[in-house]
T-cell receptor
Framework: QKEVEQNSGPLSVPEGAIASLNCTYSDRGSQSFFWYRQYSGKSPELIMSIYSNGDKEDGRFTAQLNKASQYVSLLIRDSQPSDSATYLCAVNPRYGQNFVFGPGTRLSVLP | GAVVSQHPSRVICKSGTSVKIECRSLDFQATTMFWYRQFPKQSLMLMATSNEGSKATYEQGVEKDKFLINHASLTLSTLTVTSAHPEDSSFYIC?????????????FGPGTRLTVT
């Protein structure tokens, strides 16, 4: 069974700090990886996608992928209270297949 | 990113009535659409997967006769909650997946909050 695991949190960081969110997946052949942000009462929003090993940066966000360790992470630099949300890790095992979502990590950025 | 719309955003209905929710992908052709349900403070729960022109595939425990899904085109899927009851009150979210810019991605609609009285 394909699984995606995340620490449910809550992860609390002070404003301005780096928030580090982690995700592991079980299907070694997975092709693509995504991070979604979900604010309370809203639907998930795609914020990052990563397809190859290494780092991918977009503004204050950096996604890191290590396929050998089956590990994906999301770093948020200079965390702001507006970053407080649940972050969902998603894995697409094969092109065209259903995405597998993790349970999400709740992040709280304290002013 | 791609845009997925949902209508209505919020609906209140009486017990025993049916409610239809529309999901549209506005700027890309969605090969697959998904319907999720989310209760307060809980994770997304996948209800069903639908491909254009074929019957939906329902997750275990989801009643296909109660949650009717129609995926008539590459841009439109509908979910009808039939004979709704208060326990069906939830946040229903659709998503669409397809190729955008050469990549296979999935985008969510804004969700529909259903309250059954």
């Amino acid at each position: 069974q394909k699984e995606v695991e995340q620490n449910s949190g809550p992860l609390s960081v002070p404003e301005g700090a780096i928030a580090s969110l982690n995700c592991t997946y079980s299907d070694r052949g997975s092709q693509s990886f995504f991070w979604y942000r979900q604010y309370s009462g809203k639907s998930p929003e795609l914020i990052m996608s990563i397809y190859s090993n290494g780092d991918k940066e977009d503004g204050r966000f950096t996604a890191q992928l290590n396929k050998a360790s089956q590990y994906v992470s999301l770093l948020i630099r200079d965390s702001q209270p507006s970053d407080s949300a649940t972050y969902l890790c998603a894995v697409n095992p094969r092109y065209g297949q259903n995405f597998v979502f993790g349970p999400g990590t709740r992040l709280s950025v304290l002013p | 990113g791609a845009v997925v719309s949902q209508h209505p955003s919020r609906v209140i209905c009486k017990s025993g009535t049916s409610v239809k929710i529309e999901c549209r992908s506005l700027d890309f052709q969605a090969t697959t659409m998904f319907w999720y349900r989310q209760f307060p403070k809980q994770s997304l729960m996948l209800m069903a997967t639908s491909n254009e022109g074929s019957k939906a595939t329902y997750e275990q425990g989801v009643e296909k006769d109660k949650f009717l899904i129609n995926h008539a085109s590459l841009t439109l899927s509908t979910l009808t909650v039939t004979s709704a009851h208060p326990e069906d009150s939830s946040f229903y979210i659709c998503s669409a997946s397809g190729t955008s810019g050469g990549r296979y991605e999935q985008y969510f609609g804004p969700g529909t909050r259903l309250t059954v009285t």
